[in-house]
């Protein structure tokens, strides 16, 4: 079974902080995708980034990098200079890949991140 | 490009009431699926649709909701009746042919059951 863990539930920061959001998975399998999505007060979810799990190679797209990292399990998403547009919930996700278009996305709980001026 | 059209945004209705769900996917994407959203939680699949077919509905509780996907565009999903518990977002996602990994979501209906 597959499992994504967000401990953090609630995040405060002041504008132009950096802030990380952590996230621990568990899989039996060797292929997966791991997965960010942002949803803002309107509802929708957002898709981030997907990672497989052959790659973990950071990435970096403007003030936004993730941090795969296989030994640990964990695919921590850094939010750089944040901005008060970024408040939001933030879901990590997984899905394993072996069973392909039978995968499940299996989230976590969510954080929520807010941005004060 | 549309993104995925969901309707009603929102919906308050007495238990024991029915209610439905519309969606309409984004042109050409061919798997459909809905989710559940509890407050304070992530997602949940519901039920997945190959074109008109539910490939997936293990996790729709079908003594009280269905879903449809009569020409394996548009879809909906009923509750009937519904209950306190039943109060959640749902979500509709699409993708496209072989592209399972990348889903695109709409913004939800959010149901209120009083």
């Known amino acids: 079974a597959q499992k994504v863990t967000q401990a953090q539930t609630e995040i405060s920061v002041v504008e132009k902080e950096d802030v990380t959001l952590d996230c621990v998975y568990e899989t039996r399998d060797t292929t997966y995708y791991l997965f960010w999505y942002k949803q803002p007060p309107s509802g929708e979810l957002v898709f981030l980034i997907r990672?497989?799990?052959?790659?973990?190679q950071n990435e970096i797209s403007g003030r936004y990098s993730w941090n795969f990292q296989k030994s640990t399990s964990s695919f921590n998403f850094t939010i750089t200079a944040s901005q008060v547009v970024d408040s939001a919930v933030y879901f990590c996700a997984l899905s394993e890949a072996r069973t392909g278009a039978n995968s499940k996305l299996t989230f976590g709980k969510g954080i929520t991140l807010s941005v004060r001026p | 490009e549309a993104g995925v059209v969901q309707s009603p945004r929102y919906k308050i209705i007495e238990k024991k009431q029915p209610v439905a769900f519309w969606c309409n996917p984004i042109s050409g994407h061919n798997t459909l699926y809905w989710y559940r959203q509890n407050l304070g939680q992530g997602p949940e699949l519901l039920i997945r649709y190959e074109n008109e077919e539910a490939v997936d509905d293990s996790q729709l509780p079908k003594d009280r909701f269905s879903a449809e996907r009569l020409k394996g565009v548009d879809s909906t999903l009923k509750i009937q009746p519904a209950e306190l518990g039943d109060s959640a977002v749902y979500l509709c996602?699409?993708?496209?042919?072989?592209?399972?990994?990348?889903?695109?979501f709409g913004p939800g209906t959010r149901l209120l059951v009083l």
């Open positions: 996602a699409s993708s496209l042919p072989g592209r399972w990994e990348t889903q695109y």
């Open positions: 990672r497989n799990s052959f790659d973990e």
